[in-house]
C-alpha cells in the first residue's frame, strides 16, 4: 500500500515537473509551429539612430519573441583602411557615424531587455574578389579581427556581461567560391587563427558563423562533405553555431531544395560534437530587393525547421521592422506569433486600369489605388495570367524611394502565333493574399516568325574577348552549329558564356549576300548569374573592316515570376533586305553578370 502511495506522489511530482518544464518552454512558447528568435542588424542601417530609436527596434524583436541580434559592419575595411562605426582605441582606425556609437547603444538596450547580441569584429570588402586559395590574405583578415575584438571586448563585455553574448564570423563562405578540400583547409586554418586568439585572451564567446549556398554550382552532399572536413579540423566547441543562410531570398536555393540543403548539412554538424545548426531564413527578394510578404517566408520556416536547432533571419530589422517599412509587416508576423497563422483579410482592387503605347510593342501599364488601401503591400501586374511584376512598398533604409508607383513599362517577348496580349493587377497583402483582379485591357503585338533562309549555318566567326574557361567554345562552332540547347541551364555545354565583359562577334558569311533577320538566342539563368544584356546591336561590313550599325537588339522584358532558366530567342528584322557579308553582333553584358548564347542566325 505505501508503495501505491508512493508511486502516486511520485507520478504527480513528475507530472508537475515535466508541465512546468512545458509551460516555460520554447516548444509552448511556438505552440509547435515554427518562429525566428532573432535578427541581423547591418549597423550602417542605424547610423542616425538614438537610444530611443533602439529600444523601439529591440522592443519590436522582443515582443516577437525573439532574444538573439547579430550586428555586422561594425568595422570595415577596404584594402589597409579600416573604419569603425563605434569610438575604438586602435591606431589609424577612424571613427564613422558621427559621435553616435550603435554598438554602445545596442548592447546598452540589449543588457536592459535581457538579449543577447553576437558581434563580428571586422570585414574586408575584398573578400568578394580575393580567390578562395589565398590563404595569405584570409589570415592577415583574421589578425585585423583579433585585433578589433580585443578592443570590443576590453571596451564593452565587463560593462555589458549579459548583452555581449557571442562572435560573428563575417566572411561569407558558399560552395561556388570554396569548392575544394585545399580551400577548406585554408579556411579551417584562418578560423583557427581567430578562435586560439580569442582563447588565448580569455575573450572565447559562442562563435556564429553563416555561409550560403548555390544549387547551380554543385550538390547538397558535396558541400556538406567540405563542412564536415573543416569541422574536423577547426577548434570549434560546444555552443558555437553552424547557421547557414537558406540562400532562398537571394535566389540561390529554390524553396524546393531548401530541406535537402538542411538535411545534408546537419549531418556535417553532427560529426562536431556540441555544436550547434541553426537556419538564417532569408525575408527578402532579390529579383525587386524587396520584403518578401510572409507566407513565403514562412513556407522558409516550415521546411527549416525539423533540420535545426533555431532560426534567426536576415533581417527582420532591415525588411519588416516598422523602425524601416510599413508596420503592416510587423502586424502579420506578430499576429502568426499569437495565432500560429496569418491574418489574411480581403483586399480591394485595384482600379482605372489602362494601357499606353509608348512605342511599337512596348507599354505603359498604369491604374489606380482602391478606395481603402488597408492590408495593402504592393501591386502584382499579370499579362495573360502571368506575373510580370510585383511593385512593394519601400524600405526607408535600403529602398528605393521612387520604387512604389502605379505604372510599369512593359516589352513582352514577341512569339509565333501570338497577336495580343491581355494586362490585369491584383492588390497584394503583408500575408501574401492577392485581391480580385482589376479591369483587363488588351493589346496587339506583332508576332515574331523567322524568315526561311538560315545563311549561316556552320560559318566562321570570331569572338572577342574570347569566353570564359568554364563555357568556352574552342573551335569556334558552337555558334552556327544550329544546335540549340536541350536544357535551359548553364550547364549545358552548348552554351557559350562571358563573365562581365561587352562581347563582340563576327561572323562571315563566305560570300556578299542579302541579310535581312539577326537572331541571337540568350539564356537566362539568375541562381548562377546569367542575365539578358544590358544591350546588344548589329552591324554589318562587305569587307570585315568597316562596319555600318543597322540597329538594336529587342531586350524583352524579363517576368518577376521567371525564377529558373529560360532561353530568350532575341531579334532584329530590318524592312528590306541588305547586302553584307560580316555580320557583328555587339552585346554588352551587365556588371557582375554573365552573358550566355548558344546561336546566333544570320537569315534573309
Same mark, same amino acid.
Given at each position: 500500500?505505501?508503495n501505491?502511495?508512493?508511486l502516486?506522489?511520485?507520478?504527480?511530482i513528475?507530472?508537475?515537473?515535466f508541465?512546468?518544464?512545458?509551460f516555460?518552454s520554447?516548444?509552448r512558447?511556438?505552440?509547435n509551429y515554427?518562429?525566428i528568435?532573432g535578427?541581423?542588424?547591418q549597423?550602417?542601417m542605424?547610423?542616425?539612430?538614438?537610444s530611443?530609436d533602439?529600444k523601439?527596434?529591440?522592443?519590436?524583436?522582443?515582443?516577437?519573441?525573439?532574444?538573439y541580434i547579430?550586428?555586422?559592419?561594425?568595422?570595415?575595411?577596404?584594402?589597409n583602411?579600416?573604419?569603425?562605426?563605434y569610438?575604438?582605441n586602435?591606431?589609424?582606425?577612424?571613427?564613422?557615424?558621427?559621435?553616435?556609437?550603435?554598438v554602445?547603444l545596442?548592447l546598452?538596450?540589449?543588457e536592459?531587455?535581457?538579449?543577447?547580441?553576437?558581434i563580428?569584429?571586422?570585414?574586408n570588402t575584398d573578400?568578394?574578389?580575393?580567390?578562395a586559395?589565398?590563404?595569405?590574405?584570409l589570415?592577415?583578415?583574421?589578425?585585423?579581427a583579433?585585433?578589433?575584438?580585443?578592443?570590443l571586448?576590453?571596451k564593452y563585455?565587463?560593462?555589458y556581461p549579459?548583452?555581449?553574448?557571442?562572435?560573428?564570423?563575417?566572411?561569407?563562405?558558399?560552395?561556388?567560391k570554396?569548392?575544394?578540400?585545399?580551400?577548406?583547409?585554408n579556411?579551417?586554418?584562418?578560423?583557427n587563427?581567430?578562435i586560439?586568439?580569442?582563447?588565448?585572451?580569455g575573450?572565447r564567446?559562442p562563435?556564429?558563423?553563416?555561409?550560403?549556398?548555390?544549387?547551380s554550382?554543385g550538390?547538397?552532399n558535396?558541400?556538406s562533405?567540405?563542412w564536415?572536413y573543416?569541422?574536423?579540423k577547426?577548434?570549434?566547441?560546444k555552443?558555437d553555431?553552424?547557421?547557414?543562410q537558406?540562400?532562398v531570398?537571394?535566389g540561390?536555393?529554390n524553396?524546393?531544395?531548401?530541406?535537402?540543403?538542411?538535411?545534408?548539412?546537419k549531418?556535417?554538424?553532427?560529426?562536431?560534437?556540441?555544436?550547434?545548426f541553426?537556419?538564417?531564413?532569408?525575408?527578402?527578394?532579390y529579383?525587386?530587393n524587396?520584403?518578401?510578404?510572409?507566407d513565403?517566408f514562412?513556407?522558409q520556416l516550415t521546411l527549416? /525547421?525539423?533540420? *535545426?536547432?533555431n532560426?534567426?533571419?536576415?533581417?527582420?530589422? +532591415?525588411y519588416y =521592422?516598422p !523602425?524601416n517599412i510599413d508596420s503592416?509587416?510587423n502586424k502579420?508576423y506578430?499576429y502568426?506569433?499569437?495565432?500560429?497563422k496569418l491574418?489574411?483579410k480581403?483586399l480591394?482592387?485595384?482600379?482605372?486600369?489602362?494601357?499606353t503605347?509608348?512605342?511599337n510593342?512596348k507599354?505603359k501599364?498604369?491604374?489606380s489605388?482602391?478606395k481603402?488601401t488597408d492590408?495593402i503591400?504592393?501591386?502584382?501586374?499579370?499579362?495573360?495570367?502571368?506575373?510580370?511584376?510585383?511593385?512593394?512598398?519601400?524600405?526607408?533604409?535600403?529602398?528605393?524611394?521612387?520604387?512604389f508607383?502605379?505604372?510599369?513599362?512593359d516589352?513582352?517577348?514577341?512569339?509565333?502565333?501570338t497577336?495580343s496580349c491581355t494586362?490585369?493587377v491584383?492588390?497584394?497583402g503583408?500575408s501574401?493574399?492577392?485581391?480580385?483582379?482589376?479591369? /483587363?485591357?488588351? *493589346?496587339n503585338?506583332?508576332t515574331?516568325a523567322k524568315?526561311? +533562309?538560315?545563311? =549561316?549555318k !556552320?560559318?566562321?566567326?570570331?569572338i572577342?574577348?574570347l569566353p570564359h574557361?568554364k563555357?568556352n567554345?574552342?573551335?569556334?562552332?558552337?555558334l552556327t552549329?544550329?544546335?540549340?540547347?536541350s536544357?535551359?541551364?548553364s550547364k549545358?555545354?552548348d552554351?557559350v558564356?562571358w563573365?562581365n565583359d561587352?562581347i563582340d562577334?563576327?561572323?562571315?558569311?563566305?560570300?556578299?549576300?542579302?541579310v535581312?533577320?539577326?537572331?541571337?538566342?540568350?539564356l537566362?539563368?539568375?541562381?548562377p548569374w546569367?542575365e539578358?544584356?544590358?544591350?546588344?546591336?548589329?552591324?554589318?561590313?562587305?569587307?570585315?573592316?568597316?562596319?555600318?550599325?543597322v540597329?538594336?537588339?529587342?531586350i524583352?522584358?524579363v517576368?518577376?515570376?521567371d525564377r529558373?532558366?529560360s532561353?530568350?530567342?532575341?531579334?532584329?528584322t530590318?524592312?528590306?533586305?541588305?547586302?553584307?557579308?560580316?555580320?557583328?553582333?555587339?552585346?554588352?553584358t551587365?556588371?557582375?553578370?554573365y552573358?550566355f548564347?548558344?546561336?546566333?542566325?544570320?537569315?534573309?
Open positions: 500500500m505505501m501505491k502511495k508512493f502516486y506522489i511520485a507520478l504527480i513528475l507530472i508537475f515537473t508541465g512546468l518544464i512545458y516555460n520554447p516548444l512558447s511556438n505552440r515554427p518562429i528568435t535578427s541581423f542588424i549597423l550602417d542605424t547610423q542616425h539612430w538614438n530611443n533602439w523601439n527596434e529591440l522592443n519590436y524583436l522582443k515582443e516577437n519573441k525573439m532574444k547579430i550586428i555586422t559592419n561594425v568595422s570595415q575595411t577596404q584594402g583602411i579600416t573604419n569603425t562605426c569610438k575604438n586602435i591606431s589609424g582606425y577612424k571613427k564613422i557615424y558621427g559621435n553616435i556609437d550603435p554602445e545596442c546598452k538596450n540589449a536592459h531587455l535581457n538579449m543577447k547580441v553576437f563580428g569584429p571586422n570585414f573578400w568578394w574578389q580575393v580567390p586559395d589565398n590563404y595569405l590574405w589570415n592577415s583578415q583574421m589578425e585585423r583579433n585585433v578589433v575584438a580585443d578592443d571586448y576590453k563585455h565587463s560593462k549579459n548583452a555581449f553574448y557571442g562572435w560573428y564570423f563575417p566572411y561569407e563562405v558558399d560552395n561556388a570554396y569548392t575544394k578540400i585545399s580551400e577548406f583547409k579556411l579551417a586554418n584562418a578560423i587563427i581567430h586560439n586568439h580569442l582563447n588565448s585572451k575573450e564567446l562563435i556564429l558563423l553563416s555561409p550560403f549556398m548555390n544549387s554550382a550538390t547538397a558535396q558541400y562533405s567540405n564536415q573543416l569541422f574536423s577547426t577548434n570549434f566547441k555552443g553555431i553552424f547557421c547557414p537558406d540562400s531570398g537571394s540561390r536555393l524553396l524546393e531544395e531548401v530541406n535537402s540543403w538542411y538535411t545534408a548539412l549531418k556535417a554538424v553532427a560529426k562536431k560534437p556540441g555544436m550547434l541553426w537556419s538564417n531564413a532569408e525575408n527578402f527578394d529579383v525587386n524587396s520584403s518578401v510578404p510572409l513565403r514562412l513556407k527549416e /525547421s525539423p533540420c *535545426v536547432d532560426i534567426i533571419c536576415f533581417s527582420y530589422s +532591415h =521592422s !523602425n503592416g509587416f502579420a506578430s502568426y506569433v499569437e495565432h500560429g491574418p489574411y480581403k480591394d482592387s485595384p482600379q482605372n486600369l489602362t494601357i503605347t509608348v512605342e510593342n507599354f501599364i498604369s491604374w489605388v482602391p481603402n492590408n503591400c504592393g501591386y502584382e501586374i499579370y499579362r495573360d495570367n502571368i506575373l510580370i511584376s510585383r511593385i512593394m512598398l519601400q524600405r526607408k533604409y535600403g529602398g528605393n524611394p521612387n520604387g508607383s502605379k505604372s510599369i513599362i516589352m513582352p517577348l514577341l512569339k509565333e502565333n497577336k494586362y490585369t491584383r492588390s497584394l503583408f501574401g493574399n492577392v485581391s480580385k483582379p482589376s479591369n /483587363s485591357v488588351s *493589346v503585338i506583332d515574331f524568315l526561311p +533562309h538560315l545563311l =549561316s !556552320n560559318c566562321k566567326y570570331s572577342t574577348p574557361e563555357y567554345d574552342v573551335h569556334f562552332i558552337k552549329d544550329g544546335k540549340y540547347s536544357i535551359n541551364s549545358s555545354s552554351f558564356g563573365y561587352p562577334i563576327n561572323i562571315d558569311l563566305g560570300k556578299i549576300q542579302p535581312q533577320q539577326f537572331v541571337v538566342d540568350y537566362r539563368d539568375p541562381i546569367a539578358l544584356p544590358e544591350r546588344a546591336s548589329i552591324g554589318i561590313s562587305e569587307d570585315g573592316i568597316n562596319f555600318t550599325p540597329g538594336l537588339l529587342r524583352p522584358s517576368p518577376f515570376s529558373n532558366g532561353r530568350y530567342p532575341i531579334y532584329l530590318l524592312d528590306k533586305p541588305i547586302n553584307a557579308r560580316y555580320i557583328k553582333l555587339t552585346s554588352i551587365k556588371p557582375n553578370y552573358t548564347i548558344d546561336e546566333f542566325e544570320i537569315r534573309n
